[in-house]
């Protein structure tokens, strides 16, 4: 997969970047909301209060839609799981957890938070860069996990 996403040409993440900006700058100025997606899928599963549950479905649907045309579009990349499923599933399982823990995940703070100098979200992505930099290590230096 790395080898596919290295010959990308270089429009495809300055595209990317546009549309997480564009999109969480809309939500901001139209709804004076934070994009946080792991926040909206709270919101749609009816874990968090204050939300328009069938706006958040809308988004999280779109998102995906537009993740599977992009998918579409790029020629189906080989996208080839160096894990086995119970691995990635424990893993989605603690990033979920770790999200409801630290009140956001990496598009609400890393994204959002940043841009606004919030020093939670300032905080939250120091702590999510230095974990997944140990995660990193661990799996392929101490567990011998390489790709």
Known sequence: MIATLAHLPWYWPVLGGLCIGTAAGMLLLFNGRILGVSGMTAASLGWADGHDRTATRLFL???MAGAGLTYL???RPAVEPTANMAVLIVGGLLVGY???LGSGCTSGHGV????RLSPRSIAATGVFMCSAAITVYVVRHILGYAS
């Open 73 to 75: 579009m790029l020629h």
């Open 98 to 100: 770790g999200t409801r």
């Open 61 to 63: 649907v779109a998102s």
């Open 112 to 115: 959002c938070g940043l841009a």
